[in-house]
């Protein structure tokens, strides 16, 4: 999924996505709650309509984000009190409100709110917060469950509106079914994910699963030991989506064990950093061996920006701060990772998935050093 968090992909249009194949788009829960409200976004028609995007979409509950805002932040059993990020003002999340914003945004998969605790933690407090988002996803479920039989949505002066002539979205949201994801949680201790998984799995017929609590601070065998210890509980014909995960090796690892769905800011952040995903590695084009070098960012790469810039170009593009610089490697990152997932699935129908991510995996760790 490209990752949208404020209802944009940063410095792509929806068309751009739609042309780089990009098939579901990431926004946040937790953001979007506090700017611009998700009140208005559902007045807009909801988050699709609202940022012009009729492809599969899903909010990110912002548990992570919560349980990010360190001091700023009160945890009960019931929620967490928290001080808004932007302007210090004070905001509750309970699975039920968060049910109500994310039912508001009206994206077509919406996860639960969960208890997210750092990367490392002990098996006490990986224990307490597992099981604490057990709890909280029964909560959803009833919340979720309230909303959908609840009446017909408030009366809408923005709808009312004419479409833009260019918008195809006739159903406002959230008049659709929503699909709640589940978030497994247990940290990096494998009897506490196995625990998770197999009570999450009896309670519910989940159309997919979100594995959370993974890429935040612990190592990275430990990211794999626990992926496939969840590979192994969970069915095999529902998708599992891996939060916040990740770069492209993490991708093909990811596959590997098991993940279909991953979300990431990393191209975009990345791209506006100046770094572009290439098959060899990772590429940083402010570097000066880059002033004269004529050819693309990836030779292999077919996406708007390889097929018309050099590196010479967007080299200076970023030395010179502007703007399209940051747009054609975010475009050039974001194409990539989609092709390699295209590439990732294509193998796995051939049967040549597990040579095909040895080659690309060891290629992409040489890593030699460009030269111009
Ligand atoms: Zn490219």
Redesign the pocket.
Known sequence: MAVGTLATVKSLDPEDLRTIGAQMILANAYHLHLRPGDELVRDFGGVHRFMGWDGPMLTDSGGFQVFSLEGLRTVSEDGVEFRSHIDGSKHVFTPETVMQIERNLGADVIMQFDHVIPGQSEIGASREASERSIRWLARCVTALEKLRAGGPPPKNTILDFPPLPGTIFPLPAPSHPQALFPILQGGIHESLRVEAARTIRDVGDWRGFGIGGLSVGEAKPDMYRILDVVDAELPRDRPRYLMGVGFPEDLVEGVKRGVDLFDCVAPTRMGRNGAAFTRDGRLNIKRAEFRTDPR???EA???S??RRFSRGYIRHLFVSDEILGHRLLSL?NV??LVRLMRDARAAIRAGTFDAWSRDWLARYHTRPVPSA
């Open positions: 693309p960012l990836d790469c077919d996406c920006a390889c050039h194409h990539f």
